[in-house]
Antibody
Framework: QVQLKESGPGLVQPSQTLSLTCTVS????????VSWIRQPPGKGLEWMGV???????DYNSAIKSRLSISRDTSKSQVFLKMNSLQTEDTAMYFC???????????WGQGVMVTVSS | DIQMTQSPASLSASLGETISIECRAS??????LAWYQQKSGKSPQLLIY???RLQDGVPSRFSGSGSGTQYSLKISGMQPEDEGDYFC?????????FGAGTKLELK
């Protein structure tokens, strides 16, 4: 049974760095790819980036300069780090498995991150 | 970036009614199109992938069609549990992009 679960701080101060963890079960990160997607309150979805099964990464160019995605395959964890947070980064952050390189079939429950002083 | 224009923004349907939601891509996305349902406070659930393939466990009243730049999701016989937000996703070119969403309500 494939499961993904996000964890991290609910509140981050402006200009600080956000660190989130996606812990997966029921799949191996060496043969599966994972993306991060976010959704501001009441708004649509934004794809942030992906870490491929071979460890390579691709990022949304809109946030590429602030974003880093990495993983620890032994712990079945994928990490997101994004710096210079602003209030517009307030959102629900999801991790999701990428299938056939083009869509997301399994999603975590999401973690709400609020950027505020 | 590929822009996904989704319509309508909201829709109200009666029980048993057949409805359609459209997504138009700003360029050819070669059927790399998925549809999702999202209920309030929950993560999106995959309904359709590769434009017309039904995800396992999704009721057969959901169907997808289209090619090139034009795609649609059809619900044949609205049910109360179909209320929610619907999004399309293009997975043809980075950055992957989503439609703005359609809010579907039961009339």
């Amino acid at each position: 049974q494939v499961q993904l679960k996000e964890s991290g701080p609910g509140l981050v101060q402006p200009s600080q760095t956000l660190s989130l963890t996606c812990t997966v079960s029921g799949l191996s990160l060496t043969s599966n790819s994972v993306s991060w997607i976010r959704q501001p309150p009441g708004k649509g979805l934004e794809w942030m980036g992906v870490i491929w099964s071979n460890g390579g990464t691709d990022y949304n160019s809109a946030i590429k300069s602030r974003l880093s995605i990495s993983r620890d395959t032994s712990k079945s964890q994928v990490f997101l780090k994004m710096n210079s947070l602003q209030t517009e980064d307030t959102a629900m952050y999801f991790c999701a498995r990428v299938d056939y390189g083009s869509y997301f079939d399994y999603w975590g429950q999401g973690v709400m991150v609020t950027v505020s002083s | 970036d590929i822009q996904m224009t989704q319509s309508p923004a909201s829709l109200s349907a009666s029980l048993g009614e057949t409805i359609s939601i459209e997504c138009r891509a700003s360029e050819d996305i070669y059927s790399n199109l998925a549809w999702y349902q999202q209920k309030s406070g929950k993560s999106p659930q995959l309904l359709i992938y590769a434009a017309n393939r039904l995800q396992d466990g999704v009721p057969s009243r959901f169907s997808g069609s289209g090619s090139g730049t034009q795609y649609s999701l059809k619900i044949s016989g609205m049910q109360p549990e179909d209320e929610g937000d619907y999004f399309c996703l293009q997975g043809s070119k980075f950055p992957y992009t989503f439609g703005a969403g359609t809010k579907l309500e039961l009339k």
